[in-house]
């Protein structure tokens, strides 16, 4: 049976608990103090798309909002 889980400790006295059972053989401690990683979106779509078909994008949305402002 292999199940993982990932927890999020709320008191420090919890790490010990934990070891205390991996000691037991009951649980496996896989990795300790993982930060969470949190990519930006423009790093995430960098490259997606041309400077040039960005630009084109940006006019033709600068386009749509003057029709729509314009009704």
Request: proline share 1%; glycine share 4%; charged share 30%.
């Amino acid at each position: 049976m292999k199940n993982t889980i990932l927890i999020q400790l709320t008191n420090q006295k919890a790490i010990g608990i934990l070891h205390e059972l991996e000691e037991l053989r009951l649980i496996k401690v896989l990795k300790e103090n993982i930060e969470p990683f949190k990519t930006k979106l423009s790093d995430k779509y960098k490259g997606f798309i041309t400077k040039e078909e960005g630009q084109q994008l940006n006019d033709h949305i600068n386009q749509m909002r003057s029709e729509w402002n314009s009704i």
